[in-house]
Structures are given as structure tokens and as C-alpha cells.
């Protein structure tokens, strides 16, 4: 027996796919976390507008570093930065008496120059070693300073 009817093929209403495609993104884009890479927590000195006063030699400690990773510190070539934390450290706090090292703590500059080529190892390796000494001076000055208000 044959069916006398039309065979017709039940359709797909396509409208609410726009509706759901939306819905979806919008979740994703509520849902979804984007991390925001911080990089390094530097602080650079604001920009002088007015002439910088040149350095004397005698007040700049050079710390280099090439792109194979070596280090020259002060015109000598070095394979690692061994005792760059005290160097800066007596370097800073001369206060005059050694005709080769600084004036006093105010004039004396730390220039850390980079190759291109160098490893970011190598580089964050001699950021890290200069920033300490600072921070050790900076202790050792707070220790001197509470020392001096306690015994007054």
C-alpha cells in the first residue's frame, strides 16, 4: 500500500542558533580569566628636564655584560659577579678616603649596562647582586640610625 501523501522532511528552524551562538559567547567571555604579565617591578627615576651635571670618574662603578655572559666590572673581565655585593657596598661607603673609589654615597653611581645578546639569566643574575648591596647599605642604615635614637 502506498502512502499517498507528500513525503516532506520535518525542517530545522536555524533561528535560535544565532541565539545560542551568542549566549555562548558570552559565557566564555565572562567565565574566561586573562592573566596580565606584570613583567619587572622597576623603579626608574622620572625624567630631568634640566642639564645633568657630568660624572666624575672617580664616582662611577661600571658593572657590563656581553653577549656571551661575560662580566666586566670596572674595565676587568669576569666569568662570575663573586663579591660585587661588597664591591658596590665599600665602594659606596668610601666617604672619600680611597682616591679610587667614590666621594661620598650621594655622588656615587652604579651603571649596569647589557649586550643585546645577553641571557635574561645573566641579566636579572647582575640586577639582583646590585639591588642587594643597596639593600644591605640601606639595613645597615636603619640599624645605625635606630641604634643612635636608643641611645639617646
Known amino acids: 500500500m502506498r502512502y499517498s501523501g507528500s513525503l516532506t522532511r520535518p525542517e530545522l528552524s536555524a533561528g535560535s542558533l544565532a541565539d545560542i551562538a551568542f549566549l555562548m559567547l558570552t559565557f566564555f567571555m565572562i567565565t574566561t580569566q586573562i592573566t596580565n ?3 619587572l617591578a622597576i623603579v626608574l627615576p622620572q625624567p630631568i628636564h634640566a642639564p645633568v651635571a657630568p660624572i666624575h670618574k672617580r664616582n662611577l662603578f661600571t658593572v657590563q ?3 656571551a655572559d661575560k662580566f666586566m666590572v670596572n674595565g676587568e673581565v669576569r666569568s ?4 660585587l655585593r661588597e664591591e658596590i657596598k665599600t665602594f659606596v661607603l668610601n666617604h672619600g678616603q680611597d682616591v679610587t673609589l667614590s666621594d661620598n654615597p650621594e655622588k656615587a653611581v652604579v651603571s649596569f649596562k647589557a649586550d643585546r645578546g645577553a641571557t635574561h639569566r645573566a641579566y636579572i643574575y647582575t640586577l639582583d647582586e646590585i639591588q642587594a648591596a643597596y639593600y ?3 639595613a645597615e642604615a636603619g640599624r645605625y640610625i635606630r641604634r643612635s635614637i636608643s641611645q639617646s
Do not use: V
Open 65 to 67: 655584560i656581553n653577549s
Open 37 to 39: 604579565e606584570k613583567g
Open 136 to 138: 644591605e647599605l640601606y
Open 80 to 83: 662570575s659577579l663573586e663579591g
